[in-house]
């Protein structure tokens, strides 16, 4: 089972911009498809976008133009570019497999604070 570490949070002004990081334990070649999630306080986990291992890509609507997912499979990773953030974004960012969301396996996520 494929071990996720986020890294790359912090806090931001409005307006501004993070990159996120998502390395793997073991190649991600042959995972399908690499998603990224956030949970804000109080809110239920939600869906933001995820990439194909072909490099194929699909974002929420409430990120969708902001936000970009790529990946290095090279160096098992996998990034989250988060441009133009808001408050709305604070959340902790969470990366997963599809699996690993299936048996509701999570890592400790990453920390976007967004101030205003």
């Known amino acids: 089972q494929v071990q996720l570490v986020e890294s790359g949070g912090g806090t931001v002004q409005a307006g501004g911009s993070l990159r996120l990081s998502c390395s793997a334990s073991?190649?991600?070649?042959?995972?399908?498809?690499m998603y990224w999630y956030r949970q804000a306080p109080g809110k239920q986990r939600e869906f933001i976008g995820f990439i194909t291992s072909s490099g194929s890509t699909n974002y929420a609507d409430s990120v969708n133009g902001r936000f970009t997912i790529s990946r290095d499979n090279a160096k098992n990773t996998v990034y989250l570019q988060m441009n133009t953030l808001n408050p709305e974004d604070t959340a902790v960012y969470y990366c997963n497999t599809a699996l690993r969301v299936s048996m509701n396996l999570w890592g400790q996520g990453t920390q976007v604070t967004v101030a205003s």
């Open positions: 073991t190649t991600i070649v042959s995972i399908n498809a």
